[in-house]
Nanobody
């Protein structure tokens, strides 16, 4: 079994900062990609930031210069540092990872349970 567990969401005022964490655990052989998506009420889930399988990073235009994705490979953990937060950043943030399982060897995408971020004064 593979699990992604997120933490770090909460309520913050506009202009504030939050740091999200996502740790992958379980029967993991390889992690090919990790990243963050978000879904606001009434909207589709969208990419926020991600590491590709080649190691490069992708950011949504709306968060460039404000958000930074980083990772600790030894801990199978990815982080999202969010600065200069705006009300439009309010959403449920989901961690996503493409993982090859050690048991069975299958590769697929896994999702975390989501963490709520609310930016409001």
């Amino acid at each position: 079994q593979v699990q992604l567990v997120e933490s770090g969401g909460g309520l913050v005022q506009p202009g504030g900062s939050l740091r999200l964490s996502c740790a992958a655990s379980g029967s993991i052989l390889s992690i090919y990609a990790m990243g963050w998506y978000r879904q606001a009420p009434g909207k589709q889930r969208e990419l926020v930031a991600a590491f590709t399988s080649g190691g490069s990073t992708n950011y949504a235009d709306s968060v460039k210069g404000r958000f930074t994705i980083s990772r600790d490979n030894a801990k199978n953990t990815v982080y999202l540092q969010m600065n200069s937060l705006k009300p439009e950043d309010t959403a449920v943030y989901y961690c996503n990872s493409r993982i090859r399982r050690a048991t069975g060897g299958t590769t697929r995408d896994y999702w975390g349970q989501g963490t709520q971020v609310i930016v409001s004064s």
